[in-house]
């Protein structure tokens, strides 16, 4: 089993900047390609960003690059999702999500384990 928390969400300026963190428990994260999603009221859970478990390969959806920068610690378990230029359609509950084989995805239905997600609300 793998345990993921999500922290770092709150209430932002559009404009500005949010870092979430997600912390992993368990079996070894290092093996583990982990990856970003979003869900806003009301739409489908969304990709955001991946990153491979040796962090050398990164994606995102076209509606963050250039904003979003994902990174991950292995030694402390921890993937990052730096978030800035924050606008209100940003706005959403942000899941981190561990996948535990294949190539890092953008689908949802390949990732192994989920967290419970963080709150992301950017006010205009």
């Known amino acids: 089993q793998v345990q993921l928390v999500e922290s770092g969400g709150g209430l932002v300026q559009a404009g500005g900047s949010l870092r979430l963190s997600c912390a992993a428990s368990?079996?070894?994260?290092?093996?583990?390609?982990m990856g970003w999603f979003r869900q806003a009221p009301g739409k489908e859970r969304e990709f955001v960003s991946a990153?491979?478990?040796?962090?050398?390969?990164?994606y995102y959806t076209n509606s963050v690059e250039g904003r979003f920068t994902i990174s991950r610690d292995n030694a402390n378990n921890t993937v990052y999702l730096q978030m800035n230029s924050l606008k209100p359609e940003d706005t959403a509950v942000y899941y981190c999500?561990?996948?535990?084989?294949?190539?890092?995805?953008?689908?949802?239905?390949?990732?192994?384990?989920w967290g419970q997600g963080t709150q992301v609300t950017v006010s205009s």
């Open positions: 999500a561990a996948q535990t084989w294949g190539l890092a995805s953008m689908r949802a239905d390949e990732y192994n384990y």
């Open positions: 368990g079996r070894t994260f290092s093996n583990y390609h």
């Open positions: 990153i491979s478990w040796s962090g050398s390969s990164t």
